[in-house]
């Protein structure tokens, strides 16, 4: 998944982005509210942890114009307040979760994937699509109750296209999902990252399908 990362302060900020990143997320840190709304405009996010004291406006104005947007990015709130009143106004106003520093980063991993799985309808930490099961906190996959062995990676790849399943997905969005604003892989290398996909999976009921000129497609085997 791709997340973003606002905090000013940078030690924190490279801290939070090192955790998730050993998670296996795409990750992009803003240090200012004008980076932020940047990326905002042009990347679509799968979560964002906002800091809510920046040096050029507040965290407020940034969920704020988020949500006048009609955007639906999973957002947790990370502050010092920590009276009930702030609490109240920060979900009123659109954040999804928040957490008072000094964060714990055990418990801010934890948050992250609960935020991740419920916008992608799941109510556990493992995805099940035919023979395959993700388990997102492990990061392990299994076919048939086997572990199969994955790259952090080709990992995540198979996440994106297990929460996307019925779309055909281009390769410049599976990028997108998994790579952070300063990486700038070859288009090809999702088509290695792919073709090692296939070849882990292949005792699975399970194909990635490709879609001549517009990407790839998860689906069932027949029959």
Excluded at 111 to 126: P, W
Excluded at 153 to 171: A, M, P, Q
Excluded at 172 to 186: R, V
Aim: with cysteine; hydrophobic share 40%.
């Amino acid at each position: 998944m791709r997340i973003l990362v606002v905090e000013d302060d940078r030690i924190l900020g490279e801290a939070i982005s090192q955790r998730i990143s050993r998670m296996g997320h795409g990750l992009d840190l803003a240090q200012t509210g004008s980076q932020a709304n940047q990326m905002l405009s042009l990347q679509e996010y799968d979560l964002m942890l906002l800091d809510l004291n920046l040096p050029d406006m507040t965290g407020d104005q940034i969920l704020q114009t988020l949500r006048k947007k009609q955007s639906n990015t999973p957002v947790i709130v990370l502050t010092a307040r920590n009276e009930i009143k702030d609490r109240i106004a920060l979900l009123d106003l659109g954040a999804d979760d928040y957490m008072t520093k000094p964060v714990d980063f055990g418990e801010l991993e934890a948050r992250c994937r609960a935020l991740l799985r419920r916008s992608q309808g799941q109510a556990q930490n493992t995805i099940e699509y035919g023979n395959v099961c993700l388990d997102l906190q492990a990061c392990s996959v299994t076919v048939d109750g086997r572990i199969v062995d994955l790259k952090q990676r080709e990992f995540r790849l198979l996440e994106v296209f297990i929460s996307h399943t019925g779309r055909v997905l281009s390769k410049e969005a599976l990028i997108e999902h998994i790579y952070n604003f300063n990486e700038h892989p070859n288009a090809s290398v999702i088509e290695i990252y792919v073709a090692r996909l296939r070849k882990s999976l292949q005792d699975s009921d399970i194909n990635i399908r490709t879609i001549r000129g517009l990407g790839y497609l998860l689906e069932k085997h027949h029959g």
